[in-house]
């Protein structure tokens, strides 16, 4: 398969990447949880404050690559006040953009990633940073 | 051996701190020494010791003969080196292996579960930490190596900047020269100075002219040998064993011949495709070259660049065209530059219309280059400056920077203390053709040219 590496990088994913929206470690965290990508690599760590069943606080770690990176800034830039309720179902709308589904309405940045659509060994790099959120958020939870 | 000294030793090996244990061959009474101190029943003089710590310190085992003529044996017990890939990748399939036969502790790092498994690398010590991360847990030491495989930016690129500024032996890089300029220009940015980059062998492994990742994993295997016995080799030389260089040892010094002039002072014809002595005159530079200690040849061509290339054929060198040739040999100068080996410590530049310029010329240049101390290095014959000049790598980017129909002489005056001059004895260094009268002037001087 032939890898179109410009759209697969574009340019709106570079100014992503180097954003790098949400960087770093909160003083105190409810909730935090680590996932990597086994075929690239990336290793992302987001820890979430929570409040009246919204994300007040985030914060996370990303070694790896642009994607991954990108991934985790555009959660940097629009996760706080989402509410808990729905990080399991922004986790299935990236599943489902990159299965072939519309990218949806929630975040207007996830439509830069539908290029990844056609590398499946790169569906990971994109996919973690929300692993990692839902999965933080349901550290935080105090029902589990 | 006695038991307590024994045990010490164990002790000592399992701790992998290094040792020595010292035999004194008339009576078999022994002593440990270690750098700090000395066990045992065998008392030995400040000298003794000293040479003892030096073969400890280039893990030299063997005969020391002290000054009052006891002949010691001497056993240095040091733990084995450790060799850190970056990347379970095929060659590392290849290297793991050869290197633990080798005698090395191998340890691979790749945060790529999906290829650090047991088995793809079966009995070898994975870590899948990010490489940075990794390399400080292990512990970066001058018994280490670092090998980055990965040939992915963000995993070989932090596992660099640790390793650079280490203390660790051997430092390599797989990646072709084009790759490793832009690994150079991002580790730059990133604060690594030239000379903790200079340490990075790459491309990694000597050139054995292999393909396959086996092949690949032997050339930097011994690359790794060689370099582990670098110290070896300063013992012995020390000791006045006089052990020639091996590959690698010397200063890697490429030549650069520029042949992409349009000659236009000779007329229609191409005054390098000229015959001298039966040979075209742009053959007899690179021949020069070739038979010079150079560790390659480039040669850049430009007007007629097919023509120039067939004059060429058969002879082990780089042919680079040069599309802007006509703005003027400073174009050419960068293209072959940006061609040269990222290995090169320094090049000299030949001009291919300099027929009377041999490989005793080049070698003097060599010999008179010190890495430690990179000098532009300018023959000279009755007080005036000749060609070829060799050039230290860290003027490349300057002499890129040139423009127009100029060579890098202007730099030499810019740069005049760093100069050094080397005498030549004939005149050959001054010698061009730029006229038909040139050409015909040439062919006799030559005959009598030293080889």
């Known amino acids: ?144 | 051996m006695k038991r307590e000294l024994f045990e010490a030793l164990l002790a000592e090996r399992r701790a992998k701190r290094p040792v020595a244990l010292v035999t004194r061959l008339a009576d078999g009474v022994q002593a440990l020494v270690d750098a700090a101190g000395l066990r045992g029943q065998l008392a030995l003089d400040a000298d003794a010791l000293v040479e003892v710590r030096r073969r400890l310190a280039a893990d030299r085992s063997g005969l020391v003969e002290t000054a009052t003529g006891e002949v010691l044996f001497v056993r240095c017990h040091v733990a084995a080196q450790r060799l850190v890939i970056v990347g379970a990748v095929h060659i590392t399939q290849a290297l793991a292996p050869m290197a633990a036969i080798a005698g090395f502790e191998v340890v691979v790092v790749d945060p790529r579960r999906a290829f650090a498994t047991p088995e793809r690398l079966p009995g070898v010590t994975l870590v899948t930490e990010w490489p940075d991360e990794a390399l400080e847990r292990i512990g970066l030491d001058a018994g280490t190596a670092v090998v980055t495989l990965t040939h992915d930016p963000k995993l070989d690129d932090p596992a660099l900047l640790s390793a650079v500024t280490s203390p660790v032996f051997y430092i390599g890089a797989l990646g072709s020269p084009r790759t490793h300029a832009r690994r150079i220009e991002r580790l730059t940015e990133a604060g690594c100075t030239a000379d903790a980059l200079a340490r990075i062998h790459a491309p990694v492994g000597l050139d054995l002219g292999g393909r396959t990742p086996p092949e690949i994993a032997v050339s930097i295997l011994a690359q790794l040998v060689h370099a582990r016995h670098a110290r070896d080799r300063g013992l012995a030389a020390d000791a006045g064993y006089a052990p020639s260089p091996p590959p690698g040892c010397t200063p890697h010094v490429a030549a650069l011949v520029l042949a992409a002039g349009m000659s236009s002072r000779m007329g229609a014809a191409n005054k390098l495709l000229a015959a001298v002595d039966g040979v075209p005159m742009v053959a007899r530079a690179v021949d020069a070259a070739l038979a010079s200690r150079a560790a390659s040849v480039t040669v850049v061509v430009g007007h007629e660049g097919d023509a120039v290339a067939a004059a060429l054929a058969g002879r082990a060198v780089r042919i680079v065209r040069n599309p802007d040739y006509a703005q003027g040999m400073s174009t050419s100068l960068r293209c072959g530059l940006a061609a040269l080996p990222a290995a090169a410590q320094a090049v000299v530049v030949l001009l291919g219309d300099m027929p009377r310029v041999g490989a005793g010329h080049v070698d003097r240049l060599i010999a008179a280059f010190d890495p430690a101390e990179p000098a532009i290095i300018v023959p000279e014959h009755g007080g005036r400056r000749g060609n070829p000049v060799l050039w230290p790598r860290d003027l490349f980017a300057a002499m890129q920077a040139i423009e127009g129909d100029r060579g890098a002489r202007g730099l030499i005056e810019a740069h005049a203390t760093r100069v050094r001059r080397v005498a030549c004895d004939d005149d050959g260094i001054f010698f061009d053709v730029d006229t038909p009268a040139d050409l015909a002037g040439v062919a006799a001087p030559v005959v009598r040219q030293r080889s």
């Open chain 1, 1 to 144: 398969m032939p890898i179109d590496i410009d759209a697969l990088y574009n340019a709106r994913i570079k100014a992503l990447a180097q954003a790098a929206h949400g960087t770093g470690r909160l003083d105190a965290a409810d909730g935090a949880a680590r996932r990597d990508s086994p075929m690239c690599g990336d290793q992302v760590r987001i820890e979430v404050r929570v409040a009246d069943g919204r994300i007040a606080a985030l914060a996370h770690e990303v070694r790896g690559c642009l994607l991954c990176r990108a991934s985790a800034a555009m959660i940097g830039l629009h996760a706080v006040g989402t509410a808990t309720a729905d990080t399991a179902r922004l986790r299935e709308r990236v599943v489902q953009m990159l299965a072939g589904a519309e990218p949806g309405e929630d975040w207007p940045e996830l439509s830069l990633f539908v290029p990844a659509r056609a590398h499946r060994s790169r569906h990971g790099c994109v996919l973690i940073p929300f692993e990692a959120l839902d999965a933080a958020v349901r550290a935080a939870s105090p029902a589990g």
